[in-house]
């Protein structure tokens, strides 16, 4: 009897399996965190754009704003409806201390610490001939019932940050105070220059420009054909440490006074 003996054969080695070293793997590590550092860092700019072209447009918008109400009310002013039945001495009457008659335009001296100047214009208006005033309603009488309106515009004092709001007193011929209203925010100084007609007749065409200070208390606040306005804002993009000069925007218009401005 013939035994068989069998040898059991270890198992061939498989091939080697491939795998990352450790510097391999930290290389690895070191790419993933330089992409998402280009990621972030696209992420943060793309949101301080987004967060700037909002402080832009809030910017503008305020500015359109305010130079929208301002020059509504001063071209208007010096109106009066229907002359067969009104005159401007009835319209803008003498006001002992305020107001020259047919005065339509006045600077009126600021209180301190409240920044720049300030205007105050007046007219007359009737239900529905649709004169705004400088809280963007109008007269809501019945037509024919006539109201001398008196818009005073001015910047209030600053608040820790530096921002003044530009607010309207409406005051009608009672001298009703109607409102006092908040109109724009964000704003450091208004400058005010008077377009007048100084020398000769004939035409109401502006040769000199003249700060309130410089109007003096005559003719020359019965002359006045435009007004200049300056208004200066808060740079929303100024960084802490810029010179004062970049930290604020100016704004300027020139307003035609209706009554006026154009052919004599």
């Not at 391999?24 to 992409?35: G, Q, R």
């Not at 305020?98 to 920044?115: M, S």
Request: aromatic share 6%.
């Amino acid at each position: 009897m013939t035994t068989t003996t069998h040898r059991m054969r270890a198992p061939r080695s498989r091939a080697c399996q491939g795998g990352l070293s450790l510097i391999e793997l930290m290389v690895t590590v070191v790419i993933a965190l330089f992409l998402l550092a280009g990621v972030g860092y696209m992420l943060q700019n793309t949101r301080r754009a987004y967060t700037n072209q909002n402080q832009l447009q809030q910017l503008q918008d305020s500015q359109r704003l305010a130079m929208t109400l301002l020059g509504d009310v001063i071209q208007n002013a010096g109106y009066f409806p229907d002359p067969t039945q009104n005159t401007i001495d009835t319209a803008l009457p003498v006001v002992a201390g305020t107001w020259q008659q047919e005065q339509a335009i006045n600077a009126a001296a600021q209180t301190a610490p409240a920044p720049g100047d300030s205007i105050t214009v007046r007219y007359m208006t009737t239900g529905g001939d649709g004169i705004l005033n400088c809280l963007g309603g109008s007269n809501q009488q019945a037509t024919g019932t006539t109201d001398t309106y008196t818009n005073q515009l001015y910047l209030t004092a600053p608040d820790a940050s530096g921002s003044s709001t530009l607010q309207c007193k409406l005051t009608d011929t009672g001298n009703t105070v109607n409102s006092t209203q908040d109109l724009v925010t964000g704003l450091t100084n208004m400058q005010i220059w008077f377009g007048v007609k100084t020398s000769g007749t004939g035409d109401n065409n502006v040769d000199t420009y003249l700060r309130p200070s410089e109007m003096g208390t005559g003719a020359n606040w019965l002359n006045i054909t435009s007004v200049r306005i300056q208004l200066t804002f808060l740079n929303p993009l100024a960084a802490p440490s810029a010179p004062a000069a970049q930290k604020t925007i100016d704004f300027e218009r020139v307003i035609a006074v209706m009554s006026r401005a154009g052919v004599t």
